[in-house]
Nanobody
Framework: QARLVESGGGLVQPGGSLRLSCAAS????????MGWYRQAPGKERELVAA???????NYADSVKGRFTISRDNAKNTVYLQMNSLKSDDTAVYYC??????????????WGQGTQVTVSS
């Protein structure tokens, strides 16, 4: 079993910045893709950004140029740097990690979620 712990959410004014972190621990043989999703009230959960083991990234169109995803493989941690935040970015942000066991089987895990509120 793996465990994900998120941190870094909070209240920020429009135009401000926040950095989210998600650390994976526990029974982990290897980690493949790591990503961030978000869910706003009344909306479906959507992919914000993802990063592969090799560092390839993809972003939702709505955050391109403002958000940056990165990872520290030695620490099993993924980060999301969010700049130029807008009110539309307000949501609960969840990290998602694809943990592989020694046989190569995929086990996706979700973080507990962290609230990001952009408001003046």
């Amino acid at each position: 079993q793996a465990r994900l712990v998120e941190s870094g959410g909070g209240l920020v004014q429009p135009g401000g910045s926040l950095r989210l972190s998600c650390a994976a621990s526990g029974s982990i043989y290897s980690i493949y893709t790591m990503g961030w999703y978000r869910q706003a009230p009344g909306k479906e959960r959507e992919l914000v950004a993802a990063i592969t083991t090799g560092g390839s990234t993809n972003y939702a169109d709505s955050v391109k140029g403002r958000f940056t995803i990165s990872r520290d493989n030695a620490k099993n941690t993924v980060y999301l740097q969010m700049n130029s935040l807008k009110s539309d970015d307000t949501a609960v942000y969840y990290c998602n990690v694809d943990v592989r066991d020694i046989r190569g089987y995929s086990h996706p895990y979700w973080g507990q979620g962290t609230q990001v509120t952009v408001s003046s």
